[in-house]
């Protein structure tokens, strides 16, 4: 496409100025009055990498590498010169050895310091290996894998504490929590929703799939799709309990849904994806919906935040809106909320083909947009994160084939960035942008040490 060959040759003529050590990847802040004189201060991306099968991606302690599942395994990154992401490494033989083997429809993928955890298949498939991998990523050029584990079920998403595999165990009736020790291979621990209430079993099946897992210290955050967001203590993994619930219809209203396909696609409800903050006290929900049809009144779902500080009282602070569509249909242009990633005061955000924005959250309960951009008829996102001097985020064609994967990297908008009010338009070639670093833009030469401090996950 043309505007992909014009931002590799903009990557190109960028890579010279990049630096390779993490201190000298500054982040935006307060303070700070210089810019490097390689950092571009507009709001299009600063490189891209066309990638098959691209759908979700990590990135490293030091923000220098991203760890993109593809499909049909792994792909590592080098994110050094932002303006100029480049591949290092793929690995395909997932789980290769088994009778089943390899492993097929790989979407989910988690890191902590050098060790990767990879799981799938995340959808019902008629072959291939059911499992957890665990790759040591010391060596960027060479993933070793480390662990292997399979599993009698199908693995939509995962998270990993550098021991314990934390595993949505979507093929098994109660569609429950399953936590594996990498290091003996041995399922230790589960909980489902059943675990709380019998009463759900007569919740059909598909208005309760557990479709995401986050866990950060002794918490474990879970979100059940139209059954809720939930959190557990899993400090001893084997003896996990309920912490409280976050959000979720009651169950005597979902067992009364008489169409679970339809109230499945459509809000409210969709509980997607969920995830916290370094310190774990701000909690963010995702949604994932559409219109079922033409004529109904679905659409897509935006991300709502939480203060968690009192993980047993959850409480509301707002809510973030999903880009417009002149089709909210599954055929249509989806701009409903999917992955993204809370940290240092921000979420990074992606919308499908409503583009990726950044928000400022100083102020949760009044979430301030400071970028965002979109090209429905090219892109569509399926994560963003943070990385080192730039924010990264992945287009996907897992539900669009038009579209071209790929590995996108954007700039870090300032901490005084303006706030960006979302353009009316809903379809087609949207381009639109925030300032970037801007030409106030303050940035100090700080490691990525401070914001990656108790991260485990995104």
Same mark, same amino acid.
């Given at each position: 496409?043309?505007?992909?060959?014009?931002?590799?040759?903009?990557? =190109?003529?960028?890579?010279?100025?990049?630096?390779?050590?993490?201190?000298? /990847?500054?982040?935006?802040?307060? !303070?700070?009055?210089?810019?490097?004189?390689?950092?571009?201060?507009?709001?299009?991306?600063l490189g891209t990498l066309d990638l098959?099968?691209?759908?979700?991606? =990590?990135?490293?302690?030091?923000?220098?590498?991203?760890?993109?599942?593809?499909? +049909?395994?792994?792909a590592v990154v080098d994110l050094v010169s932002p303006s100029a992401p480049r591949l290092l490494a793929e690995r395909t033989d997932l789980l290769a050895d088994s009778p089943n083997g390899p492993m097929q429809v790989v979407q989910d993928a988690a890191v902590v310091d050098d060790r990767l955890l990879v799981a799938g298949p995340a959808n019902p498939v008629d072959s291939g290996a059911h499992?957890?991998?665990?790759?040591?990523?010391? !060596?960027?050029? /060479?993933?070793?894998?480390?662990?292997? =584990?399979?599993?009698?079920?199908?693995? /939509?998403?995962?998270?990993?504490?550098?021991?314990?595999?934390?595993?949505?165990?979507n093929g098994r009736t109660d569609?429950?929590?399953?936590?594996?020790?990498?290091?003996? +291979?041995?399922?230790?621990?589960?909980?489902?929703?059943?675990?709380?209430?019998?009463?759900?079993?007569?919740? /059909?099946? *598909?208005l309760r799939p557990l479709h995401d897992v986050t866990v950060r210290g002794d918490r474990a955050y879970l979100a059940y799709w139209d059954a809720g967001t939930w959190i557990l203590d899993v400090s001893d993994p084997a003896d996990i309990s309920l912490v409280s619930r976050v959000r979720g219809r009651d169950r005597e209203t979902l067992a009364a849904?008489?169409?679970?396909?339809?109230?499945?696609?459509?809000p409210p409800g969709n509980d997607h994806f969920v995830t916290v903050d370094e310190g774990a006290t701000l909690l963010a929900v995702g949604g994932e919906s559409w219109a079922a049809?033409?004529?109904?009144?679905?659409?897509?779902?935006?991300?709502?935040?939480f203060d968690i500080s009192d993980p047993q009282s959850p409480e509301s602070l707002s809510t973030i809106d999903p880009p417009p569509t002149n089709d909210p249909t599954r055929g249509g242009v989806l701009t409903t909320a999917h992955n993204f990633e809370l940290t240092g005061g921000r979420l990074y955000s992606a919308w499908y083909q409503g583009g990726v924005r950044v928000h400022d959250l100083r102020e949760p309960s009044e979430p301030r947009q400071i970028f965002r951009w979109r090209d429905s008829e090219t892109t569509s996102f399926w994560t963003?994160?943070?990385? *080192?001097?730039? %924010? =990264?985020?992945?287009?996907?064609?897992?539900?669009?084939?038009?579209?071209?994967?790929?590995?996108?990297?954007?700039? +870090?908008?300032?901490?005084?960035?303006?706030?960006?009010?979302?353009?009316?338009? +809903?379809?087609?070639?949207?381009?639109?942008?925030?300032?970037? %670093?801007?030409?106030?833009?303050?940035?100090?030469?700080?490691?990525?040490?401070?914001?990656?401090?108790?991260?485990?996950?995104?």
């Open positions: 496409m043309r505007r992909r060959t014009l931002l590799r040759s903009l990557g =190109v003529a960028g890579a010279a100025g990049a630096v390779g050590s993490a201190a000298a /990847h500054p982040l935006p802040t307060d !303070d700070g009055d210089s810019t490097p004189a390689s950092t571009p201060t507009g709001g299009e991306p098959s099968g691209a759908r979700e991606l =990590v990135t490293s302690p030091d923000g220098h590498t991203a760890y993109v599942a593809t499909g +049909d395994g792994i499992g957890v991998v665990v790759f040591d990523v010391s !060596d960027r050029e /060479h993933p070793a894998q480390v662990a292997a =584990v399979e599993l009698d079920t199908r693995v /939509h998403n995962c998270d990993f504490d550098g021991r314990y595999a934390y595993v949505t165990a569609s429950p929590l399953v936590v594996v020790d990498t290091e003996t +291979d041995d399922e230790v621990g589960s909980w489902s929703l059943l675990d709380a209430d019998e009463g759900w079993a007569a919740v /059909h099946p *598909a849904v008489s169409d679970p396909g339809t109230e499945r696609t459509e049809s033409e004529d109904s009144d679905g659409g897509p779902s935006g991300i709502e935040l963003a994160q943070r990385a *080192a001097g730039c %924010f =990264v985020a992945t287009s996907t064609a897992a539900l669009d084939d038009s579209v071209t994967p790929g590995v996108y990297t954007f700039p +870090d908008p300032a901490a005084d960035a303006p706030a960006r009010t979302p353009t009316p338009t +809903d379809g087609g070639l949207l381009g639109v942008t925030g300032d970037g %670093f801007g030409i106030a833009g303050a940035l100090a030469a700080i490691g990525l040490g401070a914001w990656r401090l108790g991260r485990r996950r995104r």
